[in-house]
């Protein structure tokens, strides 16, 4: 049988010599969301006078191309730094990511922007929300992007250091695709322990795929809340060309504006309540 050719996942632009990442159209939706966000919180920001923040720890090369077209995007470091840099820019920009090039050329083409100030974590989310947690100012106001590639890589234990600051909206891309395929194999197999530790106390591991990924996703948002957090029930589906379902993104806050904000935002295309 013919094995089918991995998809390559990056390739160099030719523009500045460094990597960007290939990816779908939808990713266009994700970033107008956060460049939404961005923009609707500029008053807030402003009040801090330069006290705040933005924090990618998924952050990617900074730079992608839309699958078999020539449309370049700007990644979301870049997306979130300048949209803010149009009226209340960031502080300070902590980027991490796994990739050592990956969080290397996301920091190039920040600087090559002159955006706010750089901080960059190399290694995986789980430890550099520790690290960037430790340095932020509980009086500043943060923003966090948590984009990762599958809800394996997004521990519980990464949400929980950074709810550790008071001020701290989170974004958070919560991947649908491989779980709806694999939930049963992610648990048993232990997978879903870290993204969601207790889940075996409240989910019934025999249900159907698609409401066992509903109930792991309210277990999930459950323990959220239970860091003082609002999770807002307007859950924007990112679906793909074939209108099949991709990712989630949650917007969660302490402070109920974020949520009113966010409720002003997500609703551009019809969305189902999922909560
Ligand atoms: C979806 S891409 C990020 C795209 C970027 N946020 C954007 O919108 O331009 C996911 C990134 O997470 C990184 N990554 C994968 N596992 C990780 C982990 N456990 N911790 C931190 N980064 C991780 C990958 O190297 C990749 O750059």
Avoid at 42 to 54: E, M, V
Avoid at 214 to 228: M, P, Q, S, T
Wanted: proline content about 5%; charged content about 25%.
């Amino acid at each position: 049988m013919p094995t089918k050719r991995k998809e390559e996942r990056y390739e160099i632009d030719l523009d500045d010599g460094l990597r960007r990442e290939l990816v779908g159209t939808w990713v266009q939706e994700k970033h107008q969301r956060l460049r939404y966000y961005v923009d609707i919180s500029r008053a807030a920001r402003r009040k801090f006078h330069g006290n705040s923040t933005f924090i990618d720890l998924y952050c990617g090369p900074g730079r992608a191309r839309i699958k078999d077209t020539p449309v370049i995007v700007p990644g979301s470091a870049v997306v979130a730094a300048s949209e803010a840099a149009r009226h209340a820019a960031f502080g300070k920009i902590y980027i991490g990511d796994i990739s050592a090039t990956n969080l290397d050329h996301c920091r190039q083409r920040l600087e090559q922007e002159r955006l706010s100030p750089i901080i960059a974590f190399e290694g995986a989310a789980e430890v550099t929300a520790q690290a960037v947690s430790r340095e932020l100012s509980p009086s500043a106001l943060h923003f966090a992007f948590l984009d990762p590639y599958s809800v394996q890589a997004l521990p519980f234990t990464v949400i929980e250091a950074l709810a550790e600051l008071p001020k701290m909206d989170i974004l958070i891309h919560f991947s649908i695709m491989d779980m709806q395929r694999n939930i049963k194999a992610l648990m048993k197999a232990g997978k879903l322990d870290q993204f969601a530790p207790g889940w075996r106390d409240q989910v019934d591991p025999a249900l159907r795929n698609a409401s066992a990924l509903l109930a792991v996703f309210h277990y999930w948002c459950g323990l959220i809340r239970n860091l003082g957090y609002y999770v807002s029930d307007n859950v924007e589906r990112v679906s793909g060309t074939h209108n099949q379902p991709l990712y989630w993104l949650v917007l969660v806050s302490k402070d109920k504006l974020g949520e009113r904000f966010w409720d002003k935002i997500s609703n551009v295309t019809p969305q189902p309540r999922l909560l």
